[in-house]
């Protein structure tokens, strides 16, 4: 979980995470939230990075990814900035994730 950035519509983070790659993964998924002081956290929306993108991109990616819903009766409007990376091998593979900005 990243650190909250209040009161902006473009927000930026710059943080870094990695997580360990079980050999039988099909997607990684990444949520988007607005952090109430008074109430539940809401999801805005989500992100969902697949093996099958990863393979596409073996450098890495970096770039804007629309959100998708969580909830298909909300509509979601938003983009993420991310830069992913698979690191190590096929036994134990790490994904390291840069989470940039929002919009």
Same mark, same amino acid.
């Given at each position: 979980?990243?650190?909250?950035?209040?009161?902006?519509? *473009? /927000?930026?983070?710059?943080?870094?995470?990695?997580? =360990?790659? =079980?050999?039988?993964?099909?997607?990684? #998924?990444?949520?988007?939230?607005?952090?109430?002081?008074? #109430? %539940?956290?809401?999801?805005?929306?989500?992100?969902?990075?697949?093996?099958?993108?990863?393979?596409?991109? /073996?450098?890495?990616? *970096?770039?804007?990814? *629309?959100? #998708?819903?969580?909830? /298909?009766?909300?509509?979601? =409007?938003?983009?993420?900035?991310?830069?992913?990376?698979?690191?190590? *091998? =096929?036994?134990? %593979?790490?994904? %390291?994730?840069?989470?940039?900005?929002?919009?």
């Amino acid at each position: 979980r990243t650190a909250t950035v209040w009161k902006t519509l *473009s /927000p930026f983070w710059g943080e870094e995470y990695e997580v =360990q790659l =079980q050999p039988t993964f099909h997607t990684v #998924s990444i949520y988007v939230m607005d952090e109430d002081a008074l #109430s %539940r956290d809401d999801v805005i929306g989500k992100i969902c990075i697949t093996r099958d993108t990863l393979a596409e991109h /073996p450098k890495g990616y *970096s770039g804007w990814v *629309s959100l #998708s819903e969580v909830d /298909p009766d909300e509509e979601v =409007q938003g983009e993420i900035h991310l830069r992913v990376e698979v690191l190590g *091998s =096929q036994g134990g %593979r790490r994904l %390291r994730c840069t989470v940039l900005e929002a919009r």
